[in-house]
């Protein structure tokens, strides 16, 4: 777990590192911590689809679709102002 949570943090600060150096260009960076989502490599059914489900606020997975919102809002002119921030879209699973 201490080099999963490490590997996490390294990627929030590149996140803030290049969010920095590329903001005067008018990229932006940011970073999805995303919960348990129904995929192919863990679907809703899997074997250990019930541990996870119960870790989360909402008592589901997510789905694609709700993850590509996200990104598809951050890649959006709405967010311009959104960068170097890591977001997390895990259904209250870090509540």
């Given at each position: 777990m201490s080099v999963y949570a490490m590997s996490k943090s390294a990627l929030v600060g590149l996140t803030k590192g290049l969010a920095r150096e590329l903001g005067g260009r008018g990229v932006t960076v940011n970073?999805?911590?995303?919960?348990?989502v129904d995929?192919?490599?863990n679907p809703v059914d899997g074997p250990f689809a019930e541990g996870q489900r119960a870790l989360t606020a909402v008592g589901?997975?997510?789905t694609p679709?709700?993850?590509a919102g996200m990104v598809a809002y951050l890649t959006g002119d709405e967010a311009?102002?959104?960068t170097g921030t890591a977001l997390t879209i895990?259904?209250?699973h870090a509540a």
């Open positions: 970073a999805l911590h995303c919960g348990a995929t192919d490599m589901r997975f997510g679709d709700e993850i311009g102002y959104v895990d259904g209250g």
